[in-house]
């Protein structure tokens, strides 16, 4: 659902709108003065990345350093407990 700003034409406060791209409001009520006269302004987009698109955004170099570390010192393996626990198909011993 995309938000919509619209600025006072009196105090020049912002009021946001939440609605639908097919639905915009023909008028805004100012929340600060209670003004309904407003225009909409443009205002800067929000993208929300997932965890794996901001991996694949990293510079390559950071792959680098992290297989170094991980070679200096075998606990800064993220992978070490998952590695140490064996294979979980057969149980535990004492079940």
Known sequence: MPVYEYRCDSCREITTVFGAV??????????????VKAHRILSRPSVRLSNLSKLERLDPKYDKQI?????????????????????????????
């Open 22 to 35: 097919s639905e915009k409001p023909d008028h805004v009520t100012c929340e600060s003065c209670g003004v």
């Open 67 to 95: 297989d170094q570390a991980i070679a200096r010192n075998p606990a800064a393996d993220p992978d070490r407990l998952i590695n140490r626990r064996g294979d979980i198909s057969k149980g535990r011993d004492n079940d």
